[in-house]
């Protein structure tokens, strides 16, 4: 009996030793297949170009100087225009417009001459705004990428986005409302707007100052000093200056996240998008005497994909005369406001409606 059960237990172990080395060899196959596409993927990703950073174009223009020898950019400048930030389905794949084409662009999309109030009040009509557009042969203020679009948000930024969309349609607080409507500040980078957006560039020895008549001033220091400690948060960063021949360019951290309104007039950043890890690289490309190509890059890999860049050109103004922007709007219309939300908030609590 003995004999019979180890017989039977040798021949079992035989029949399974196939069997096992089967099993070793589908696992080993599977680890180098494993192997061999974790190796492809990285080698794919290593070659991947990165996004290359825009360098402006450079300019063939030597502009004056000061008396202590820096490039004289002083003046009053404005930067209205009719091109849009992003570029428009019908021009996909057209990055520039020849005169008589934009001509006709600029006569077909000029502002409304006339304030729509079939939604309500409505706001000031093109009769109140004396607006100097520039001539702007690009398809989109934004020239890279590209496409003339801005980059795809990263996953965990269009989450957020909409999430802030949704807070601020609540109007629960003032702290709902965008810090221009609040009348604290506007935003850098400045795109076109429809009034009040003359720039004041005055300099001085290591120093620019840039006044927008909108509530904004900049003070860039050109010493090269080291930006501020990250625990230090500012409406319009930290800017840091330098020149590069008669090109002033600016470097600004720092931003604070409470900047996050976007979508207004005057903002180059879309609503909902927190300003908080913007990393902002400038350039004041003088091209003559009466005339800046202004560049602005934004970097931010905790919310787009790859950086962007918009190009606005900039004209002088000596006609142009800057006064005091008094803006009341944070006096009595964010409290009428308010009071105005929670009445049709009560009304539709009344009817048993949930309000969109």
Known sequence: ????????????????????????????????????????????????PAATPYTPPTSTYNAPRTPWGDPDLMGVWDYQSVIHMQRPDDLVGKARFTDAEYEAWAK??????????????????????????????NTSLIVDPPDGRYPALTPEAEKRRKEIVAKAREVASWEDYHALERCIASQTPNAPQAYNSGTYIMQSPGWVLI??????TRLIPLDGRPHIGQNIRHWNGDPIGHWEGSTLVVDSTNFTDKQRGGGGSGASVPLGIPFGNFHLTEHFVPVSHNRIEYYATIDDPTTWTRPWTFNLPWERDDDYRIFEYACHEGNLALANS?????VQEAEAARKGQVRK
């Open 211 to 216: 006044v927008r008549e909108r509530l904004d």
């Open 108 to 137: 077909a999309n000029a502002p409304n001459r006339d304030t729509d109030t079939s939604q309500g009040v409505g706001a000031y009509n093109e009769f109140w705004n004396a607006r100097n557009f520039l001539k702007n042969y």
């Open 1 to 48: 009996m003995r004999l019979t059960l180890a017989f039977l237990k040798e021949q079992q172990n035989q029949q399974e030793k196939p069997m096992m080395s089967h099993r070793g060899f589908v696992l080993v196959a599977m680890l180098a297949l494993v192997t061999a596409v974790w190796l492809a993927v990285a080698l794919v990703s290593a070659q991947a």
């Open 338 to 342: 308010l009071r105005g939300e929670r």
